[in-house]
């Protein structure tokens, strides 16, 4: 399983469904990115100004934390927004703490879908065996 910041909406398309306790742990990227996504709906960052999405944010050396939650549909309509009470999704939402900047990321089962590799983050196997 990988995730992917850099197609948005576009890496829907491909994306698979993912549980909240396989989001869970540290997903790092080749070029050294990594997000912790936590139990609570928090996670933290490191270096993820580097990836291409981040510069779509007006500080990107200021993204470093903030809150995920998948997209779900709303009970009133059919539009899709993060919502925290979600337990499983195709899509995830990043909203950083110290803007008002949200990234979107899908779980793929094929890195290969068209994305640029750049993108593209892996979890940890030592993450992924604590689960």
Do not use: K
């Not at 549980?19 to 270096?47: I, K, M, N, P």
């Not at 291409?52 to 998948?70: I, K, Q, T, Y």
């Not at 995830?92 to 803007?99: P, Q």
């Amino acid at each position: 399983m990988a995730l992917t910041v850099s197609c948005g909406w576009a890496a829907a398309i491909h994306a698979a469904e993912i549980s909240a306790d396989q989001v869970e742990g540290r997903w790092t990227s080749e070029a050294g990115t990594s997000l912790t996504f936590h139990e609570d709906h928090t996670f933290t960052t490191e270096r993820f100004d580097e990836l291409p999405v981040a510069h779509d944010c007006e500080n990107p050396s200021a993204l470093s934390s903030g809150r995920w939650a998948f997209y779900a549909p709303a009970e009133t309509d059919q539009i899709n927004t993060a919502d925290e009470t979600a337990t499983r999704g195709t899509v995830l939402s990043l909203i950083f703490s110290t803007e008002d900047c949200e990234v979107v990321m899908c779980p793929t089962g094929d890195p290969d879908a068209g994305c640029p590799g750049d993108g593209y983050l892996h979890r940890d196997q030592a993450t992924a065996s604590g689960s």
